[in-house]
């Protein structure tokens, strides 16, 4: 079993930086696939990065590619997303979460754990 924290949100221009983190606890996070997924208000929760256990291979919903990363520190049970140009339109509540089967990672109902959430907010 994990629990995962999210945390690294905040208020941030438009075309600046953020990083969020994922901890993880428990003794099998190199284990899970993570992934990365947000939610605007009003809004249905859609994916946006996931990085199979090894790291190996990443994934990313077209929207960020280019401006997002998604990598992970297998020894310091973290995951993170490391997000550059941000556009106000990536403005919303980012929640990491963690997929046992490692398939499926573009679904949000094939992951087994989710952190709280943390707020991005992207001013223009």
């Known amino acids: 079993q994990l629990q995962l924290e999210d945390s690294g949100g905040g208020l941030v221009q438009a075309g600046g930086s953020l990083r969020l983190s994922c901890r993880a606890s428990g003794r099998t996070f190199n284990t899970y696939a993570m992934g990365w997924f947000r939610q605007a208000p009003g809004k249905e929760r859609e994916f946006v990065a996931a990085?199979?256990?090894?790291?190996?291979?990443?994934t990313y919903t077209d929207s960020v590619k280019g401006r997002f990363t998604i990598s992970r520190d297998n020894a310091k049970n973290t995951a993170f997303l490391q997000m550059n140009s941000l556009r106000p339109e990536d403005t919303a509540v980012y929640y990491c979460?963690?997929?046992?089967?490692?398939?499926?990672?573009?679904?949000?109902?094939?992951?087994?754990?989710w952190g709280q959430g943390t707020q991005v907010t992207v001013s223009s």
């Open positions: 979460a963690a997929d046992r089967l490692g398939v499926g990672l573009r679904d949000y109902a094939a992951y087994d754990y």
């Open positions: 990085i199979r256990w090894s790291g190996g291979s990443t």
